[in-house]
């Protein structure tokens, strides 16, 4: 898959839609080092070992920060 063979934690920012769903995106930078990034997650997307790449609008798990 496109994560490779174990569970990814990707920091990623909480939204709501229009339509008052809750939605998630991915912050696009995602190493280790970068404390900023982690600063401006308020969420990790988990991505199971082995998934695809998520299209945009897929459903997925979030842990909140």
């Given at each position: 898959g496109a994560n490779g063979g174990r569970e990814h934690y990707a920091r990623a920012v909480l939204g709501r839609g229009a339509d008052g769903a809750l939605s998630v995106r991915v912050l696009e930078r995602q190493d280790s080092s970068l404390l900023s990034v982690l600063a401006e997650a308020d969420a990790l997307a988990v991505l199971p070992a082995g998934a695809p790449e998520m299209?945009?609008?897929?459903?997925?798990?979030i842990l909140r920060l």
């Open positions: 299209p945009a609008g897929a459903a997925v798990e």
